[in-house]
C-alpha cells in the first residue's frame, strides 16, 4: 500500500497557454520592464449571454489563488473562475482578420453573436 503526500500533489487551474500565448505575454512584460506581474484570467458577470473574460496583468496575490508557469509567464486564475476554464486554451493570433488573445473553452456551451461573452 502506497500513501500519497497531498502536499506533493499540485492543484492548477486546468486552463493553458500557448506558446504563441506565453511569448506575447513575455514580450509585453519585457517591453514594460515588469517581471513581478502574472498574466490573469478571470470569469465576470457581464455580456449579453451571461459570463465574461476579463485578462489583465496583475500584481496581487489573492487568497485562493491557482497558478501554472509557461515558458517564463505565470498564469493566474482566482479559485473562483477555475471551474469556469478548466480545460480551457488562450492563444494569442497575429492574422489580417485578427490580432490579440483568444480563448478556446470547451466550458462554454454558447456565446453571444458579438463574440464579447459565453455561457
Same mark, same amino acid.
Request: glycine fraction near 10%.
Given at each position: 500500500?502506497?500513501?500519497?503526500?497531498?502536499?506533493?500533489?499540485?492543484?492548477?487551474?486546468?486552463?493553458?497557454?500557448?506558446?504563441?500565448?506565453?511569448?506575447?505575454?513575455?514580450?509585453?512584460?519585457?517591453?514594460?520592464?515588469?517581471?513581478?506581474?502574472?498574466?490573469?484570467?478571470?470569469?465576470?458577470?457581464?455580456?449579453?449571454?451571461?459570463?465574461? &473574460?476579463?485578462?489583465?496583468?496583475?500584481?496581487?496575490?489573492?487568497?485562493?489563488?491557482?497558478?501554472?508557469?509557461?515558458?517564463?509567464?505565470?498564469?493566474?486564475?482566482?479559485?473562483?473562475?477555475?471551474? &469556469?476554464?478548466?480545460?480551457?486554451?488562450?492563444?494569442?493570433?497575429?492574422?489580417?482578420?485578427?490580432?490579440?488573445?483568444?480563448?478556446?473553452?470547451?466550458?462554454?456551451?454558447?456565446?453571444?453573436?458579438?463574440?464579447?461573452?459565453?455561457?
Amino acid at each position: 500500500m502506497t500513501v500519497q503526500d497531498e502536499s506533493a500533489t499540485a492543484t492548477t487551474h486546468g486552463a493553458t497557454l500557448t506558446d504563441a500565448a506565453a511569448a506575447k505575454a513575455k514580450a509585453l512584460l519585457e517591453q514594460e520592464g515588469r517581471d513581478d506581474l502574472s498574466l490573469r484570467i478571470a470569469v465576470q458577470p457581464g455580456g449579453c449571454a451571461g459570463l465574461r &473574460y476579463n485578462l489583465f496583468f496583475d500584481d496581487r496575490a489573492l487568497d485562493g489563488d491557482l497558478t501554472a508557469d509557461f515558458g517564463g509567464v505565470t498564469l493566474t486564475v482566482d479559485r473562483m473562475s477555475a471551474p &469556469y476554464i478548466q480545460g480551457a486554451s488562450i492563444d494569442f493570433v497575429d492574422t489580417i482578420e485578427k490580432q490579440g488573445f483568444t480563448i478556446d473553452n470547451p466550458n462554454a456551451t454558447g456565446s453571444c453573436a458579438c463574440g464579447d461573452s459565453f455561457n
